[in-house]
């Protein structure tokens, strides 16, 4: 199987098979930020708890195309457990890998977020696959406020 078809059966898998999805309202956060992209429809809503410097949970609500809540997903297993200092990175690689022309691999990436090669290809979903990343460097924007 060649990797583009195994990266985009990555993708319809977190899509069928959303991690980390909430359902009702998001109770519990520290932060809460939300992101909407009208050319598809995406509206996404990221919580987070932070403690000790790290990000202890990380849940999403909302609905969208399969890129944009296959990369929510994504970025919900990236993150549980992660340093807000790593996390903000990881949110600055993925926004620098999609927003660059260049033919960078992303294999710096942790684990299934390398799936997301298979959108590089397409400019026009960058906004479905960085939505939630960027809602996400808010949540814990508005984390460290309080």
Known sequence: ???????????????????????????????????????CGDEVEIGISIQDERVRDVVFRGRGCAICIASASMMTEAVAGSS??????????????????????GA??????????????????KKCVLLSWEALAEAIDRAGEG
């Open 1 to 39: 199987m060649m990797a583009q078809d195994l990266y985009k059966e990555t993708l319809l898998d977190h899509y069928r098979h959303p991690r980390n999805r909430c359902d009702g309202p998001i109770a519990g956060a520290d932060a809460v930020a939300r992101g909407a992209n009208p050319r």
């Open 108 to 125: 710096d990436l942790p684990g299934e977020l390398q799936s997301l090669a298979a959108v590089r290809e397409h400019p026009s979903r």
């Open 84 to 105: 807000v200092e790593k996390t903000r990175l990881l949110c600055h690689q993925l926004h620098a890998w999609f927003g660059s022309g260049e033919a960078a691999s």
